[in-house]
């Protein structure tokens, strides 16, 4: 693998993006850059300030009752939260505060929610927050998922993505493939580093990655 590239936020030059070249298999692609935001999602500094950058894109348009942190963006997740309060957005809850909750994996993949968090989500305007959004298959088993459990998504926020919408819903990020140009992400099947033989480098997903050899 190459050497890391750093690249800064247009609107924030503490929030930075650690991009790593390589071939990367990921549960649902794979994809030629592996996105560290270890920090920006740990780090207290980079989680409140891409939170403060997130928190401006959505402040003005998006009801939000409740935060589903996805991908390990718990930290992010109630540094947005406090954000969105402090500027005012609205939301429906009766105790006039936003939850941040996470969702649980069943064997399958599947994204179920226990009983005891059915009234952070049932009838409420919930924002999906993600490290990345790529091929849009989390995005997709999220809001289907959501859905069944009687929620509303109002609104879709990642630090990376490579679309600007997902099933109509529009994205809003702090970076996008503008900022990777060369950016790729692969079906497996069909994987263009693969047919030409380029050797694989790690095994990722939203926690980190495992060198091959």
Excluded: W
């Excluded at 928190?55 to 942190?69: F, H, K, L, M, N």
């Excluded at 809850?93 to 989500?121: A, C, D, L, W």
């Excluded at 990345?132 to 929620?151: D, E, F, N, P, V």
């Amino acid at each position: 693998m190459q050497n890391m590239i750093k690249i800064k936020s247009k609107t924030h030059p503490n929030v930075v993006l650690k991009a790593i070249p390589g071939h990367f298999v990921t549960p649902n692609s794979h994809v030629n850059y592996f996105l560290d935001m270890t920090t920006l999602k740990s780090r207290l500094s980079e989680a409140s300030v891409a939170a403060r950058e997130l928190s401006r894109q959505i402040e003005a348009t998006t009801v939000v009752d409740t935060i589903v942190c996805i991908d390990g963006c718990e930290i992010i997740g109630a540094f947005l939260a406090e954000e969105l309060t402090r500027a005012g957005i609205y939301s429906m809850n009766s105790h006039k505060t936003i939850y941040i909750i996470t969702p649980e994996y069943v064997n399958s993949g599947q994204m179920v929610f226990r009983e005891n968090f059915h009234g952070m989500i049932k009838d409420k305007n919930v924002l999906l927050l993600l490290a990345s959004a790529t091929t849009g298959q989390t995005i997709i088993k999220a809001t289907q998922a959501l859905r069944y459990y009687g929620a509303s998504i109002s609104g879709i926020s990642a630090v990376f993505s490579a679309a600007n919408s997902i099933m109509g819903i529009p994205i809003k990020s702090l970076f996008s493939i503008v900022d990777i140009p060369d950016y790729k992400a692969y079906d497996p099947e069909g994987c263009s580093m693969c047919k030409d033989a380029v050797p694989i480098d790690a095994f990722a997903n939203a926690y980190g990655y495992s060198r091959i050899g």
